[in-house]
């Protein structure tokens, strides 16, 4: 039997591409049939007879597409506020990663942890996410860093899709970090661990996309581009964290390979970005990281809208470098910090995010043919979504049509 709803009685951001004003549509009605967008427009000219229609007043609230969180580290174990201890003494990311904290700290707790507490520790963060009005959240591997534990984490990340009325986005990131066992062997582990785990793990259905940590403490470009060519070969689509502390022109090579995203990109440099722009690859931009570890190297936000590139804006949610599990702070801090205005802030949680993610046109807008993923907010206007600092103003979110 079909399921039909009318939602009546709220303003609507559209956020559809090309439209301005965040798409906003004053006293709008959407229809939505199995879980599909089926109409969307004013309410005075709703296409179908309305005593044929399940209808529900949304009391005049703001409807935006629900919220796309494209970038989270979200399942790992432990916790690293030893590690923020010791930044705020003067001690750096880069040092103490290199004197084996770090990234490294956090694969040693999540390899101890078991799997149900691996599930439970990152059904909090998840339930923090979808408070914010979340309904879609990339999660990628990287804290496991074997074969066994790499898997093992996006199983994790499996289930927590069977947990919630979320969709999970996997994202294999075995090329996160150099572990204890392969140091100064990074090509051996890139051939021993990296790229057969990325095979098995594809084969068991376990991979959505393929990422990589280009950076002086990670793996160089061309380590990253063996990493890509195996993606490549087995139909997997590929993103970078590329110039978070420095500049390895990690999303120019994103570019060559038509990444989904280059991430981070505070130290992309302004004449890099025409050349990253022909690529239609998403920039994702990562405020909770620069605000954690204080870094003052802003991206380039200015040459970014010059040449059009599409902008999103993930928590980034890790132990390490940015212990965020909200996206509408995220969306704050982008413009507090990265002067981004609000309603591209919202664009880079919704249609950006989405496009980021290889979903444009199922997620992140609303827009006829599209799912019914929905957030319904206490708000007038969709700045405050970007405005209010420390709550959240979701009234509801509405998934597959239904109240979630
Ligand atoms: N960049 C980041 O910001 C996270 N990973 C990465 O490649 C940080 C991960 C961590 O510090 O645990
Ligand atoms: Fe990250």
Same mark, same amino acid.
């Given at each position: 039997m079909t399921q039909q709803t009318l939602f009546t009685d709220c303003t609507v951001a559209t956020l559809k591409s090309g439209q301005?004003?965040?798409? !906003?549509?004053?006293?709008?009605?959407?229809? #939505?049939?199995?879980?599909?967008?089926?109409?969307?427009?004013?309410?005075?000219?709703?296409?179908?007879?309305?005593s044929e229609m399940d209808e529900q007043s949304l009391q005049g609230r703001l409807v935006t597409p629900a919220l796309i969180d494209c970038h989270t580290h979200l399942v790992f174990g432990g916790n690293r506020s030893k590690e923020f201890e010791q930044r705020l003494k003067g001690v750096s990311y880069e040092e103490i990663a290199s004197s084996g904290g770090g990234?490294?700290?956090?694969v040693e707790a999540t390899r101890a942890a078991s799997f149900d507490a691996l599930v439970s520790a990152s059904l909090r963060r998840l339930d923090d996410l979808i408070s914010d009005g979340v309904a879609v959240v990339e999660v990628k591997s990287g804290y496991g860093l074997t074969i066994d534990d790499e898997i093992r984490m996006l199983q994790v990340a499996r289930k927590l899709e069977e947990l919630r009325p979320v969709k999970i986005v996997t994202t294999w990131l075995a090329a996160h970090a150099v572990p204890p066992a392969f140091k100064g062997r990074a090509d051996t582990y890139i051939d021993h661990i990296v790229i057969p785990g990325l095979v098995r793990a594809a084969n068991e259905g376990l991979?959505?996309?393929?990422? +990589?940590?280009?950076?002086?403490?990670?793996?160089?470009? /061309? #380590?990253?581009?063996?990493?890509?060519?195996?993606?490549?070969?087995? /139909?997997?689509?590929v993103k970078?964290? *590329?110039? #978070?502390?420095? %500049?390895?022109?990690g999303a120019l090579?994103?570019?060559r390979y038509s990444a989904l995203s280059a991430d981070h990109l505070a130290y992309l440099s302004a004449t890099d970005v025409e050349a990253f722009?022909?690529?239609?690859?998403?920039?994702? @931009?990562?405020?909770g990281a620069f605000y954690t570890l204080k870094e003052t190297?802003?991206?380039?936000?200015?040459? @970014?809208?010059?040449?059009?590139? %599409?902008? *999103?804006? *993930?928590? %980034?949610?890790?132990?390490?470098?940015?212990? =965020?599990?909200? =996206?509408?702070?995220?969306?704050?801090?982008?413009?507090?910090?990265?002067? !981004? $205005?609000?309603?591209?802030?919202?664009? +880079? $949680?919704?249609?950006?995010?989405?496009?980021?993610? /290889? !979903?444009?046109? #199922?997620?992140?807008? =609303?827009?006829? +043919?599209?799912?019914?993923? @929905?957030?319904?907010?206490?708000?007038?206007h969709p700045?405050? @979504?970007?405005?209010?600092?420390? +709550?959240?103003?979701?009234?509801?979110? =509405?998934s597959h049509g239904i109240a979630a």
């Open positions: 301005p004003n965040y798409g !906003l549509i004053e006293d709008a009605a959407i229809l #939505q049939r199995d879980g599909l967008i089926e109409w969307i427009g004013p309410s005075g000219v709703v296409p179908l007879k309305r990234i490294n700290s956090t991979v959505d996309a393929v990422d +990589g940590f280009c950076e002086t403490i990670a793996f160089t470009s /061309g #380590q990253i581009e063996r990493v890509f060519q195996a993606a490549g070969s087995l /139909g997997l689509p970078l964290h *590329a110039e #978070q502390l420095s %500049d390895q022109k090579l994103a570019a722009a022909s690529a239609g690859t998403v920039a994702v @931009l990562l405020p190297k802003l991206p380039p936000v200015a040459a @970014l809208r010059h040449h059009n590139v %599409d902008i *999103a804006i *993930a928590t %980034d949610c890790n132990p390490g470098s940015s212990p =965020i599990s909200s =996206i509408l702070t995220a969306m704050n801090m982008a413009c507090t910090e990265f002067a !981004l $205005t609000p309603e591209e802030a919202l664009a +880079g $949680t919704t249609r950006c995010a989405a496009k980021a993610l /290889g !979903l444009s046109g #199922q997620y992140g807008e =609303i827009t006829i +043919g599209a799912r019914a993923e @929905l957030a319904v907010w206490d708000v007038e700045s405050e @979504l970007s405005y209010w600092l420390g +709550g959240s103003p979701l009234h509801k979110r =509405i």
